[in-house]
């Protein structure tokens, strides 16, 4: 997504969420001049005071980012990715963006090996210690293997729900989950937890205990309408695809457990 430098912040988040990306880029004349990603706007307009509706792209922007050429190699990518503590890189061509490289997708498409992408990840998320330590290589595989596990089970909802993109399946797997385990009893919530992704388990865990009675299949769906912006037919079909695919991810005998504990509508929704 291209945008130019007298676009305003509240332009670029609109783009952002429209499109369900993380950054967008920054031309003029047909020159890439910056990148502003979320927590740029974030942090740089919000978290200043800033009118979001008048401060312009520029005012936030990172300038003239490093970038690739779509000849560079994904080594070149992995490297400057983890010196600059960075995650999404602009491919430039005769001054031309022409591409966006960013650590997701080469996590997603294990496109490197994982002590390479994990010494990017933990950069990223500010884990340390010296760097002889014994213990560096088997954190940075356990950090990776957390993260491209979560990533499987996003890029199969998003397939099955049939959704835009990741974040759209991200925001989905969000909105099921927490309706589901906050429909479960406090015991029977940390059962199911426990057998979910590793990243995704602080968020659920620290959900109110349930059961919360006032959870249905129509709050679910409700969600869904307002985090994915699509109508309820639509939401009505992606929480079934979601939450069986969820449930599928765990053992058989807690997908039962689970489904013992929701309500009379649910449950007829995951039978059909």
Do not use: C, H, W, Y
Request: hydrophobic share 45%; glycine share 6%.
């Amino acid at each position: 997504m291209v945008l130019n430098p007298n676009d305003t912040v509240l332009e670029a988040a609109r783009a952002i969420e429209a499109n369900r990306i993380g950054a967008v880029a920054v031309q003029k004349d047909r020159r890439l001049v910056g990148i502003a990603t979320d927590r740029d706007l974030t942090v740089r307009a919000l978290g200043r005071g800033l009118d979001p509706s008048s401060t312009t792209i520029s005012e936030v922007m990172t300038p003239s980012p490093l970038t690739l050429s779509p000849r560079d190699s994904v080594d070149d990518a992995i490297r400057l990715m983890k010196e600059r503590n960075i995650r999404r890189i602009p491919l430039v061509e005769d001054g031309r963006i022409v591409g966006m490289v960013t650590l997701d997708d080469l996590i997603l498409e294990e496109a490197a090996p994982l002590e390479e992408l994990a010494a990017v990840v933990e950069a990223q998320i500010g884990e340390g210690g010296p760097a002889d330590s014994d213990r560096l290589p088997s954190r940075r595989r356990s950090m990776v293997r957390a993260e491209a596990t979560l990533q499987r089970l996003v890029k199969q909802v998003q397939e099955e729900a049939d959704l835009d993109d990741a974040d759209q399946a991200r925001a989905a797997l969000d909105a099921v989950l927490s309706g589901l385990v906050r429909r479960l009893t406090a015991g029977e919530a940390l059962d199911f937890i426990a057998q979910l992704p590793s990243l995704l388990q602080p968020r659920l865990r620290a959900l109110p205990p349930g059961p919360d009675k006032t959870v249905t299949r129509g709050s679910i769906e409700a969600d869904l309408v307002a985090r994915l912006g699509i109508d309820e037919s639509r939401a009505a079909r992606v929480f079934v695809a979601v939450a069986t695919t969820v449930l599928g991810s765990v053992s058989p005998g807690e997908a039962e457990q689970v489904i013992s504990q929701l309500p009379e509508d649910l449950q007829k929704a995951l039978a059909a």
